[in-house]
């Protein structure tokens, strides 16, 4: 059939209107596409490109600042400086060994060191930093900088690094750092991630190691972009870690420096305590050694010079060492005597010399004997005959108890490492390590501290603070921790007469300031600063009867280390008493003349806030005294303004 003209005309406007209608569709369709693909090209441009180059997005770890040490007035004992180091990273470096063989023309690197870094990549993973070179000299450090296009996966990095200003005054006691070992982690049960960065470091020993989780604080981490041969383009994310708290110790630094100085070429230890608060004012070991070589990696060289010494630089022995506290162990002896009431302080023992039981003779250290002494006069002259005689009445058990209760025998709680609890021992001792009775000549030895009794100077240094004070002193290192004190009660009563505690406390005074103490040529000449103390001299050989018979050799012309330990224990002002010391001189000879002059000096140090005064001692001995104190004064460390800022 035959279209009109009508029906063409109205098909025609149909079609025109479903290709607008479809044209407008399709045209809306893509104006959207269009602006979406503007929207993701160009506004989303960057999120996208990351996200098509999440395999070169890497997460790393931020080692945490460690925190400062600091003395009792805030001078810096541990700190932080600027250590320029190389690393390099595994995922980002491809060929490794080509990398390795650019670097070590740019840098000195040794095989060792080349080998070192190979094992280290090989037990890590891809992505953990490797230190190739640490410590690298600046003009090292920017020809990496400058030449880091050529080398992918290597970065220069600008760290810190342990440093300890000190040297070896805090060597013992603070300690040193070291990267983490396999031992180490071995440890811990679920070890922080940081533990696992090559090369960082942990404490070792000391407080250091002591208080590591405080002064490690904890890591934070950083997302960075690399381009396809792994070159660090840009970091996109920091969440910086928390810094390691500060620790202020209660050791004053100049103190400590004086006695470490005082002490000079000795192997010795002193220890000085507040009486009334416990705190450790000078923990000294002498000699001493720099724990910054352990830092920077000691060489095997210095390593074996250290270990070889025959005075045991390396070793604390100020908590570690554990000597027979010799006579200064009679304080302990009186006062068990006095609580058992077996004695008073009018008691009286003759002295011929020697005191006989069964077929053993058991001398005084005076050949021709003391005659009749009581309490005071057997503490003044330091007589071994009565308490051979007092230790018989009142048994080792009571004498044992007490020793304990004066803090003989006990680990004291401290951040320090291998302290030593001693040997306090009594009959259930001998029988659980060696499977033996106890026997009476094993009392008499006790009672002046030879035979099985050990004790370091902290303990020492403990014992004379608890009988200047008569309260259970216990000592403590750390003031404060972050900036906030460390609280510690007052120190209970230790449930001693008193009366018996002022006997023992006057026999001290004799010992330094009658005319036949021990130890008068030691004394403090001032009198608002008078000291009491009790000298010690412990055997490290046995003197057999032909020697006595022929006369005892002296300690000079014996060979070192067969020559008796020095010790010295006292407490100042008499009155009033502040401070306590002890102090062991291995091998020194005899207590009154090695010990007793340097507790002396510490006691004054801490006393006097400065170096003692010439008018503290004794008339006759100033001349020779200004001549020591002028050349120990050369040697001390220079004060220097306290440093409580960050690196």
Known sequence: MRRTARDSEDSARRVNRRALLMGGAFGAMFAVLGARMRFLSVEQADEFRLLAEENRINMRLIPPERGLIQDRNGKLVAGNEQNYRVTITREDAGDVEAVLNRLSHLIPLTQDDLERVRKD??????????????????????????????????????????????????????????????????????????????????????????????????????????????????????????PGADIQLTIDADIQNFVQVRLGDLSAACVVIDVNTGELVACTSAPGFDPNLFVRGISQRDYSTLMEDDHRPLANKSVQGAYPPGSTFKV????????????????????????????RRFHCWKHGGHGTVNLTRSLEQSCDVFYYEVAQKVGIDAIAAMGKRMGLGVRHDLPMSAITEGIMPNKEWKQERWGQDWRIGDTINASIGQGYILASPLQLAVMVARVATGRAVEPRLVKSIGGKPVEMPTPPLLDIDASHLRAVQAGMDAVMNSERGTAKSSRIADET???????????VRNISAAERARGVTSNDDLPWERRDHALFVGFAPVDAPRYAVATVVEHGGGGSTVAAPIARDALLRALTGGIPPLDAYPAAQRGRIETDLNALREKLRVTTTPQTTRA
């Not at 992918?152 to 005054?169: A, I, K, W």
Request: aromatic share 6%.
């Open 121 to 242: 990549i090989e037990r890590n993973s891809p992505f953990v930093p490797i230190i190739v070179a640490d410590r690298v000299a600046w003009d090292d450090f920017a020809k990496i900088a400058l030449n880091a296009p050529t080398l992918p996966g290597v970065t220069p990095e600008v760290g810190l690094s342990r440093h300890y200003p000190l040297v070896e005054d805090f060597s013992h006691v603070v300690g040193y750092v070291g990267p983490v070992s396999e031992r180490d982690l071995a440890e811990l049960t679920d070890p922080d991630p940081v533990l696992k960065i090559p090369k960082f470091q942990i404490g070792k020993i000391g407080v250091e190691r002591w208080m590591e989780d405080t002064l490690r604080g904890s890591a934070g981490n950083k997302r960075i972009e690399v381009n396809a041969v792994g070159r660090v383009m840009r970091e996109l994310e920091r969440t910086e870690g928390t």
């Open 332 to 359: 302990v002896t009186a006062l068990a005597a006095l609580e058992a009431g077996v004695i008073t302080p009018e008691t009286t023992h003759y002295c011929p010399g020697y005191i006989e039981f069964g077929n």
């Open 529 to 539: 600063m008078l000291m009491a103390g009790k000298t010690g001299t412990s055997q």
